[in-house]
């Protein structure tokens, strides 16, 4: 499977996005998707995941209430509604699949990252 995230862009504090993540390739069905982020210099971080059959989600904390995963299967896409963006949610935003089909917010269970897209909060 290949990933690739679009959407990303430049926004001013308290602005949304919407990022979207195509698989081709295969299917995504059942296996659980994740957003990474990762600022210049830092590591990949998790933000957010949706599981593969129950749809349940989970989100780091700092996030959490501003933004929003769902899946779509049949079009093998994963989105991510971002809200009331800040200045440290600034990075580059990355899509994985889950190797299994649980939620996890661990980077290592999760593969075929593809090219991520820039997301900048401007204050």
Avoid at 21 to 40: E, H, N
């Amino acid at each position: 499977v290949q990933l690739q995230a679009f959407g990303g862009g430049l926004v001013q504090a308290g602005g949304s996005l919407r990022l979207s993540c195509a698989a081709s390739g295969g299917t995504v069905s059942g296996r659980a998707m994740a957003w990474f982020r990762q600022a210049p210099g830092k590591a990949r971080n998790f933000v957010g995941s949706i599981s593969g059959h129950t749809r349940s989600t989970y989100y780091t904390a700092s996030v959490r209430g501003r933004f929003t995963i769902s899946r779509d299967d049949a079009r093998n896409t994963v989105l991510l509604q971002m809200n009331s963006l800040k200045p440290e949610d600034t990075a580059v935003y990355y899509c994985g699949v889950g190797l299994g089909s649980y939620v996890n917010s661990d980077p290592r269970d999760y593969d075929s990252w593809g090219q991520g897209t820039q997301v900048t909060v401007s204050s």
